[in-house]
């Protein structure tokens, strides 16, 4: 089968350079607007609600599912809180292959692990 | 049970029209016809208003032919960044409904709401919201074809959704023969001036007359073309509308309708050299090089049609005018026969990446490359104007007009 047969609009379609460039510029900034809007800093509630889960994971030992940000970068880690260090704020984390620590800033979303 | 497609394609009617219209009310109502400058030789209509076409007016005509057929016609001139900019406003409305929109042309978009209707309800009634939708926000009316592919949808469109007062129409799998069969042979996407000679040669004058014949005969006579055509008139279509499905480019190229006839040598020969660069600073902005070069010439004499398309191998892969030019001068040395010039036009073929190359002992090939590169970097930066070459400031040089241009017509 040739490519004629999965792509024949693809193969006739009549796009200027210029409107081909505005559109690659349009989808370049709906991805940066998404990236922004995913990587809002939380809101108050949010960190209350952070808060909680984290003492309930270093109290009761309750797995957390932490999504943070490194150098642009999301990074995502599942364990248990177990110690937090002042001065700067950081969180440090018992994962799977041994402890993280995380700067609280970092920190973009946290949930109970499923 | 397999989730039935819901593929629609929105055409803006009368596009640059309906965009002047939009911009400037008084417009409404009036014969309108887009149309580029006659004294450069761009004096053809683009797009007239639903008013002019009642005169018979027609996108294609030369100006003096529209004056004829509607002497109080209203010419105005294109303005391709205004046209660019409504066209992917409209993509912005779709991109409320989908995050699937693929546009086809600048007043042509494919939108895909396939599992949506949880979200939208209904596509019919998503489709006539979208209508109402580009109308209220850009003053533009929309045509909606919605099928279950592609195909079909571009058929609804264009064979009944144009022609309907709701502007919008439905085929599917069930319909398609009923609705479509009975259709002139031309009315098909993808069947040409010549290809409807050929077919009615052969006693097919409607798209079912097509869809009747055993599919060996078309596939027979022309290929995966003929087979395409068979399932066109069957509405099965394998297109797929994701993002990055689409075949990369096989060549990219420029050609230009000069302002006057040129019969100097050495003036059409700096438009070659204009070619040539433009072609290859948009290769290496792909990250290809070019394997074949193709010249195209056409004569100025409409009467007795003269001109070449001739296309050479180029001794290695280049995507530089250096490298290039000398076989696109060749070229034209060989095959043109001396008698004025009214448009030509430079093309590369055979791309391949250009990070891989054979090495050379005797051509230091990243000296070029560097050159060539700085050279793009202050192009896209400052314009195609910062940076061009002594011979665009002879007679026949036409980069600073061109650069006016988008898509050969004015800004």
New interface residues.
Partial sequence: MKKKLYHQFACSSLMLPEHRAALARHRREEAWKEWQRRHAPPDEQQLEQFQRLVEQSMQAGLPLKITCLEKGRERCFTGVAHRRQPHPDKLQVQVQEGTVTIPLGAIINLEAAP | MKQRKAILLADAESFYASVEAAQNPSLRGKPVAVCGDPALRHGIVLAASREAKAYGVKAGQPAWECRRLCPEIIFIRPH?EKY?EY??EM??IF?QFTDRV?????DEQ?LDLSGCERLWGDPRETARRIIRQVWEKLGIRCRIGLGEN??QA?MACDRFAKKRADAFFELDSASYAAHVWPLPIGDLF?IGTRMELHLRRMAVRTIGHLARLPREIPARLWG??G??LW??AHGI????LEAG???PPKGVGHCATLPRDYAAPEEIETVLLELTEAVCF?ARALGKMGTTVHVYCRGADFNHPSGFSRQKKLPEPAASGPEVYPTVRQLFRRHWDGRPVRAVGVSLSGLVNRRFYQLSLFNRREITDALSDAMDEIRERFGPTALFRAASLTSGGQLFTRARL??GHER
Avoid: C, Q
Avoid at chain 2, 102 to 106: A, C, G, N
Avoid at chain 2, 237 to 240: E, I, R, V
């Fill in positions: 391709m660019l066209s992917l993509t912005r991109e693929v546009p086809y042309s600048i494919f592609p195909l571009k993808g995966v073309n087979l395409l399932l066109n279509d394998y297109s797929s499905a689409a075949p948009r988008i898509g």
